[in-house]
Nanobody
């Protein structure tokens, strides 16, 4: 059974930092046909939007304009874990953050929800002003 488990969420003041982790089980980065790990977020009353993605084998990264320059996605290939380092946090970053695994033939779809079949349970991030 494939599982993705997020951790690292919490409450911080504007301008602060958090690092989210996503540990995968049920597949390994070295053998899976999945080729992207993505981070999505959803605030109350809003759509779930892709904010960052990384190719599993190559480590190439992709970002939404709303977080580019502030957030960094990375992975520990040997430990089947992806991270999202979030700096200069703003109140509008407040949301539930989800990790996902999927497959696409083009990086243009790496931030598209339909690319992903496996999802974590989410971890809450709250940024106060």
């Amino acid at each position: 059974e494939v599982q993705l488990v997020e951790s690292g969420g919490g409450s911080v003041q504007a301008g602060g930092s958090l690092r989210l982790s996503c540990a995968a089980s049920g597949f390994t980065y070295s053998t899976t046909r999945r080729n992207f790990m993505g981070w999505f977020r959803q605030a109350p009353g809003k759509e779930r939007d892709g904010i960052a993605a990384i190719s599993i084998r190559g480590g190439f990264t992709y970002y939404a304009e709303s977080v580019k320059g502030r957030f960094t996605v990375s992975r520990d290939y040997a430990n089947n874990t992806v991270y999202l380092q979030m700096n200069s946090l703003k109140p509008e970053d407040t949301a539930m953050y989800f990790c996902a695994a999927g497959q696409t033939s083009t990086a243009l779809k790496s931030l598209t929800e339909d690319t992903y079949n496996d999802w974590g349970q989410g971890t809450q991030v709250t940024v106060s002003s």
